[in-house]
């Protein structure tokens, strides 16, 4: 298990019934989520008074509604600055689980003590690139959507890494995966999170249960002889920590190393119990 318990500016207050209670600054919302399968009573108060609500549709997807809410606004987490802006399908611009795997990141690089190239890939509002460049990585960014890129980019800024080495592509990621294996360029550390379908600029497919097992080998050709870590994330159904494990073990054993997988989670205030977001496998070449 692989816990975000370094937040002060984010906090998962409670859950109940497909639902959680969330504070992001001090805004209070309330999200749907299909993890959350038990009932509890909801003696919060803000669980009625929340800032914004998303509500699903009986034909799918579905719609903020909102009270007192500005169109966006900053969080931190440790010395790093990220905006929030309320998105289609309920997202906000960040997923707080992945602070471990931001934790995780900075902890190797720094450790490293040497200069290091990182990969992010299918890398949404940039919080891993930006957590990598303030641990002093030289970062590769890369998505299919421009809008998410040019959120990374303003991430970036506020967090006052603009003067930083990143380089921000807007393209397909096994495109510019295998333009890079031609070039001969070669990365230290590589992070994906992979969506469980989507499309590239150029209509590109991409379906996580088919294309993931070729996929890691093909980035195995992107790796330094003394590469330091891949992580991937996957928040698809399909695809459960264990499998998640099994998978890049086996994609990664002809390099070594070690692998670990778990659940990334969120600490719940009101229970004390975690709340299961997603599964994450890091291999590590470099054990020290």
């Known amino acids: 298990m692989f816990l975000s318990d370094s937040w002060k500016d984010y906090e998962l207050i409670d859950t109940s019934d497909g639902e959680r209670l969330e504070r992001f600054g001090k805004y209070i919302f309330v999200r749907p989520d299909p993890k959350i399968l038990w009932k509890s009573e909801k003696r919060d108060p803000r669980w009625k008074s929340a800032h914004a609500k998303y509500c699903r549709s009986n034909t799918g997807g579905g719609h903020w509604e909102t009270k007192n809410v500005p169109d966006e606004w900053d969080i931190a987490w440790r010395d790093l600055t990220f905006t929030i802006h309320p998105m289609n399908f309920k997202h906000t611009g960040i997923f707080p689980e992945q602070a471990a795997n ?27 690139t930006a957590a990598a460049a303030a641990a002093g990585a030289e970062v590769v960014h890369v998505d299919a959507a421009r809008g998410m890129v040019a959120r990374a980019k303003e991430n970036l ?57 070729d996929f890691l080998k093909l980035t195995q050709e992107l790796l330094t002889d003394d590469a330091l870590f891949v992580i991937v994330n996957t928040y698809s159904d399909g695809i459960t920590p264990g499998s998640l494990d099994t998978l890049v073990k086996t994609a990664f054993s002809p390099l070594g190393g070690r692998v670990t997988t778990g659940e990334l989670t969120l600490p719940i205030t009101s229970s004390g119990l975690t709340l299961p977001c997603g599964a994450a496998s890091r291999w590590e070449g470099d054990l020290r």
């Open 102 to 128: 931001w934790d995780f990141i900075q902890a190797k690089i720094r450790k490293a003590g040497r200069p290091v190239k990182l990969l992010n890939l299918f890398a949404y509002t940039g919080a891993a």
């Open 157 to 213: 800024n506020r967090s006052g890494l603009s003067d930083r080495p990143v380089r921000f592509f807007v393209d397909d990621c096994e495109k510019l995966v295998r333009r890079e294996i031609r070039r001969g360029n070669r990365y230290d550390a590589i992070v994906m999170d992979p969506p469980s379908f989507g499309r590239g600029p150029g209509g590109e497919t991409w379906k996580i249960e088919h294309a993931l097992f």
